[in-house]
Nanobody, 121 residues
Framework: QVQLVESGGGSVQPGGSLRLSCAASGSIFRFNTMGWYRQAPGKQRELVAAITSGGSTDYSDSVKGRFTISRDNAKNTVYLQMNSLKPEDTAVYYC???????????????WGQGTQVTVSS
């Protein structure tokens, strides 16, 4: 069993900051790429940022320069620091992990339950 538990969402005014955390646990041999996706009402889920096990990062154009993704491999935790937040950043944010199961050695995609981020004045 694998669990991804997100925390840190909430409501903030435009220009404010939030930091999301996602702690992964379970029968995992190795976590590969970890990332954050978001889904706004009526829209498709989209990639926000991703980070490989080696620390290489990728960001959507809409958040470049404002968001920073990082991870602590020892804690199997990925973070998303969100600065200069805009109303259009309002969405449910989901943690994602590409990981290899310890028992089967199969590669699987895992998701957290989501955390709401609301940016509004």
């Amino acid at each position: 069993q694998v669990q991804l538990v997100e925390s840190g969402g909430g409501s903030v005014q435009p220009g404010g900051s939030l930091r999301l955390s996602c702690a992964a646990s379970g029968s995992i041999f190795r976590f590969n790429t970890m990332g954050w996706y978001r889904q706004a009402p009526g829209k498709q889920r989209e990639l926000v940022a991703a980070i490989t096990s080696g620390g290489s990062t990728d960001y959507s154009d809409s958040v470049k320069g404002r968001f920073t993704i990082s991870r602590d491999n020892a804690k199997n935790t990925v973070y998303l620091q969100m600065n200069s937040l805009k109303p259009e950043d309002t969405a449910v944010y989901y943690c994602n992990a590409d990981a290899i199961n310890r028992w089967t050695m199969f590669r699987n995609d895992y998701w957290g339950q989501g955390t709401q981020v609301t940016v509004s004045s």
